[in-house]
């Protein structure tokens, strides 16, 4: 009886949630590189090397928090390709303005692994970086990060495809 009735609860439960409508983030616009062979040359070197990243995340943070959007750091050095390739990802003409209504970006300059480790270490991750570019997504109202499990995931970047790369931001969109 105890079996029956719980297989009973099963089989409502998975029927309410192949009904229940999907909650998803806004789809990535799609873009039109296929590879990031066509990406425009050279690539960028989007990491300001003498900013002051305390003040760039800080303006970022309040700015993210003001405007309700997601605050995006980006944390990588101009000698790493795979922070180059998502910077030029990131600035194509498709992808910037959905970037940009979801989000407010704040590039620090990692150095060799040796610049603004306070940055991450403010987010619970302490020691060297295991790769970049390393993401942190916060949410500015509660300067809490959101993607713990998922800080390395682009730095390979150059073995994914732009559209993943686009797709792999989209789903950090509030």
């Given at each position: 009886m105890?079996?029956?009735?719980a297989l009973f609860?099963?089989?409502?439960l998975?029927a309410?949630?192949?009904t229940?409508?999907a909650?998803?983030a806004?789809q990535?616009?799609h873009v039109?590189?296929a590879s990031?062979?066509?990406?425009p040359q050279?690539?960028?070197?989007?990491y300001d090397?003498?900013?002051d990243?305390q003040?760039?995340?800080a303006?970022a943070?309040?700015?993210?928090?003001?405007?309700?959007?997601?605050?995006l750091i980006d944390?990588?050095?101009n000698?790493?390709?795979?922070?180059?390739?998502?910077?030029?990802i990131?600035e194509l003409?498709?992808?910037?303005?959905?970037?940009?209504?979801?989000f407010?970006?704040?590039?620090?300059?990692?150095?060799r692994f040796?610049?603004n480790?306070?940055?991450?270490?403010h987010?619970?991750?302490?020691?060297?970086l295991?790769?970049v570019?390393?993401?942190l997504?916060?949410?500015?109202?509660?300067d809490?990060?959101?993607?713990?499990?998922k800080?390395?995931?682009?730095?390979?970047?150059?073995?994914m495809?732009p559209?993943?790369?686009?797709?792999?931001l989209?789903q950090?969109?509030?």
């Amino acid at each position: 009886m105890i079996k029956s009735v719980a297989l009973f609860a099963l089989a409502a439960l998975s029927a309410t949630a192949l009904t229940a409508p999907a909650v998803s983030a806004p789809q990535a616009p799609h873009v039109s590189v296929a590879s990031i062979d066509q990406l425009p040359q050279p690539l960028p070197f989007p990491y300001d090397e003498n900013a002051d990243a305390q003040a760039v995340v800080a303006k970022a943070k309040a700015q993210a928090k003001r405007e309700h959007k997601r605050l995006l750091i980006d944390l990588g050095g101009n000698w790493c390709l795979d922070c180059r390739v998502l910077a030029s990802i990131m600035e194509l003409p498709e992808l910037q303005p959905y970037l940009a209504k979801h989000f407010v970006i704040a590039k620090v300059n990692i150095g060799r692994f040796d610049k603004n480790g306070e940055i991450a270490a403010h987010y619970g991750i302490n020691g060297r970086l295991e790769g970049v570019p390393a993401i942190l997504v916060v949410d500015p109202a509660h300067d809490r990060l959101l993607n713990r499990d998922k800080l390395f995931a682009l730095a390979d970047a150059r073995h994914m495809t732009p559209q993943g790369l686009a797709d792999w931001l989209a789903q950090w969109v509030a």
